[in-house]
């Protein structure tokens, strides 16, 4: 190949090259005289655009910058089937990945990197499917009330760093669906300790499980708060009554616990109408008549 043929090829495919994070395949120097692993393959003759992208992809370069393509191949010669996505296939995937992941305030070391996406694309986890990951999970519980996180973190073990956030909800075998169980479990346990009531996991996601809106859950903890003098236990009353059963009376409708919530209330009013002052005891002091 003439000289300035080879040339020409040359600064074709180091462009390229260069485009696709590939430039440690070719160097010029100060002078604009070309070297490296692509000159060196045209002078040897290797002189056909297709002879030179089959050179490329067993070069350790190409494998580390694109090693989702090599093993992706990999799986499909064993037999595996899928998708085998080129070069710019995973630029663009990546790209739209690292955009949602910036705006969502994600910390960089999810992004800086082409193989920070690898694990995320053999997991056939679509750009779209990567953002709700991040919005249901890292937004949410960064952007939520400190009672939700706490919880969220005590629940699911993520620990109080956003890395360990980022990746609780960038895990492939968690779903959507599961992260927004999660949060919606971790809001209904916040909500409780906010309003000094307080809850257990358990009780949590049989709330997340209602169809109740946040403001729904919020309002709920409101009313089983403003029962708090009931839960308290006066002389002579000798049925135990709990937060929980206020939980369980207000979110879950149960009769059984909203029978007992009534009859302490009932009871409570025909005592302060007979009695002077129209005051009760309890075990944490005198108790006014409009207090229950």
Do not use: C, H
């Amino acid at each position: 190949m003439a000289d300035d043929a080879a040339r020409s090829q040359f600064d074709t495919l180091a462009a390229t090259l260069d485009n696709i994070g590939l430039g440690a395949l070719f160097s010029v120097d100060g002078s604009g005289n070309p070297s490296g692993w692509l000159w060196n393959q045209i002078q040897a003759g290797v002189d056909t655009d297709e002879e030179i992208a089959v050179a490329i992809k067993q070069t350790d370069v190409y494998k580390n910058r694109f090693s989702v393509i090599v093993e992706q191949e990999k799986r499909v010669r064993e037999g595996g089937g899928g998708y085998i996505m080129n070069e710019l296939d995973v630029l663009n995937y990546e790209e739209e990945v690292r955009g949602y992941m910036v705006a969502a305030g994600l910390p960089p070391s999810f992004y800086d990197d082409p193989q920070d996406f690898t694990k995320l694309i053999l997991s056939n986890l679509s750009p779209l499917e990567v953002q709700k990951k991040v919005v249901a999970a890292f937004d949410y519980v960064v952007s939520a009330p400190p009672e939700v996180r706490t919880a969220f973190e005590e629940f699911y073990g993520v620990g109080s760093g956003d890395a360990q956030l980022a990746a609780w909800a960038l895990d492939p075998e968690r779903t959507v669906s599961d992260i927004t169980k999660a949060t919606r479990t971790a809001y209904a346990a916040g909500m409780s300790e906010r309003f000094d009531i307080g809850i257990d996991r358990a009780t949590a996601e049989r709330i997340a499980d209602l169809p109740l809106t946040e403001g729904g859950i919020t309002e709920g903890m409101k009313q089983v708060a403003s029962l708090s003098n009931v839960f308290r236990e006066g002389i002579g009353e000798a049925t135990d009554i709990t937060n929980n059963d206020g939980v369980s009376s207000v979110f879950e409708g149960n009769a059984d616990a909203q029978t007992a919530i009534n009859r302490r209330v009932g009871e409570r009013r025909s005592i302060e109408r007979s009695a002077t002052g129209g005051a009760i005891i309890t075990r944490e002091g005198v108790v006014g008549s409009g207090s229950s």
